[in-house]
């Protein structure tokens, strides 16, 4: 059955969230774009590591140095391999200053308008930031 860290998906291949809590009849879920959530990501086809930060929305922030090619429409990755998408980059920021570009990239669904998801059972996804929050209510 369903049990605290498994991987929440929609429309079979991209990750929204993990189970938090799981109840008799209800389960929990804490979205990954939730505001201050930060998890570990692969960018683009090179599969460079970064560290996407959930802004809220179903958007993220990450950031990577500028001599990493970074496009527009680049996909972001988690290590799942049953629902491997987090977003896609929908812009780049860059100050010439900065060593740094900033990469601001969203889920590729509403996660307002869904209406059904998919919890992949056989998955395991630890507490983002360590916590140990996650436990079953049954």
């Known amino acids: 059955g369903i049990r605290a860290g498994n991987i929440v998906a929609a429309h079979g291949s991209t990750t929204i969230g993990v189970i938090e809590r799981v109840h008799e009849r209800a389960s929990v879920v804490r979205l990954f774009s939730s505001s201050g959530e930060k998890m570990d990501a692969l960018l683009g086809t090179e599969d460079t590591p970064i560290q996407a930060e959930g802004v ?4 993220f922030r990450a950031t990577a140095p500028k001599d990493i090619v970074v496009a527009l429409g680049d996909q972001i990755m988690i290590n799942s391999a049953d629902a491997p998408l987090l977003g896609i980059v929908g812009e780049v920021r860059t100050v010439p200053s900065s060593s740094f570009q900033e990469i601001l ?3 590729p669904v509403n996660i307002y308008t869904l209406k059904w998801v998919e919890v992949l059972l056989e998955t395991s996804y630890p507490p983002i930031d360590g916590r140990e929050e996650l436990r079953n209510e049954e």
Do not use: A, E, L
């Open 56 to 59: 809220g929305g179903g958007n």
């Open 105 to 107: 990239f969203q889920t």
